[in-house]
């Protein structure tokens, strides 16, 4: 049997959350790793419950048979020098580099609103026109150095951050090289008013890593409807596991199957865990993610 080009992973803001840490904050790490693993995933994300560096973490994961995936990096490239930034990143690219990873899961989070549950979305920073050029540059070559280590560097738009739109995406790909990889976020494109077919279609050579998240629409639109910041939106249930919305799975992994993907497929659906049973969702999102990357060949059936 040859080995499979794609992995399924998870991550753990479908227990705890990182950006609010009250929700799930009473769910044990133990708890997490045991019912990620029996959900059927091969792998997880970091999450704030983790130890951070190797030697403790290898062995968290090993009596789980879970690997690292990857985990997230909140840049600040905007206003910041390539060899700060270098400086500032250095023991999370070596625990990333010990543990094995492929992919650096990078945002630049320079005023981001995400995390302050007072700002609704509308108040979220803006890239000027002046900055732009500056801060691709800046980031393709921290992205080129990343990659001197082994790690691509996938860059993440996200809600309430300076990159969020579709068209802000389109623009980072375009004016940065080739070195910075497309992190492809079903659900963070779908709210910030993007179709993610059409996103992987245009960028499916610099897709480097996915997060798979659906979208309840009644919540989305209520968000956007009433100003309500991005924190409110993940406590309302506006993101859930593949096929419980309205995203087009099969349609968003058809692209990454044509260019010959290769590397993780992670369920990434932050949700309130009082409300919605961590292993009953990420348990319906393996079984979902799966048949979906079947259908398009990314697994083999």
Not at 18 to 34: H, K, R, V, Y
Not at 128 to 149: I, K
Not at 243 to 263: H, M, N, Q
Request: aromatic share 6%.
């Amino acid at each position: 049997m040859t080995e499979q080009k794609v992995r399924l992973g998870t991550n753990p803001i479908g227990w705890s959350n990182d950006d609010l840490p009250e929700l799930g904050g009473d769910i044990s790490l133990e708890t997490c790793l045991a019912e990620a693993a029996e959900a059927g995933f091969a792998g997880i994300e970091l999450g704030n419950k983790f130890p951070r560096n190797s030697a403790q973490l290898r062995p968290v994961l090993d009596a789980h048979s879970l690997v690292l995936v990857s985990g997230w990096y909140s840049g600040s490239l905007r206003h910041g020098t390539v060899d700060v930034e270098w400086t500032e990143i250095a023991d999370h690219l070596t625990l990333l580099e010990e543990m094995g990873c492929d992919v650096l899961v990078y945002c630049d989070t320079t005023d981001s609103i995400q995390a302050d549950r007072t700002r609704s979305l509308i108040t979220r920073p803006l890239m000027t026109e002046d900055a732009w050029r500056p801060f691709c540059d800046r980031l393709t070559e921290l992205a080129e150095r990343t990659a001197e280590r082994g790690l691509r560097l996938a860059y993440h738009p996200h809600m309430g951050t300076l990159i969020q739109t579709e068209a802000e995406a389109d623009r980072l790909m375009e004016e940065t090289g080739d070195a910075v990889g497309l992190l492809l976020d079903t659900g963070h494109i779908t709210f910030a008013g993007g179709d993610p077919v059409a996103f992987a279609e245009r960028h499916a050579e610099r897709i480097a890593h996915v997060h798979t998240k659906d979208v309840r629409e009644p919540v989305m639109q209520s968000i956007l409807a009433n100003g309500g910041s991005f924190l409110d939106a993940v406590i309302d249930g506006v993101f859930t596991v593949p096929g419980d919305g309205i995203v087009d799975f099969e349609g968003a992994l058809k692209p990454l199957a044509a260019v010959d993907y290769k590397g993780w497929l992670v369920v990434e659906a932050e949700q309130d865990a009082a409300k919605a049973n961590p292993l009953q969702y990420a348990s319906m999102g393996y079984r979902n993610l799966s048949r979906y990357a079947v259908e398009v060949g990314l697994l083999d059936g």
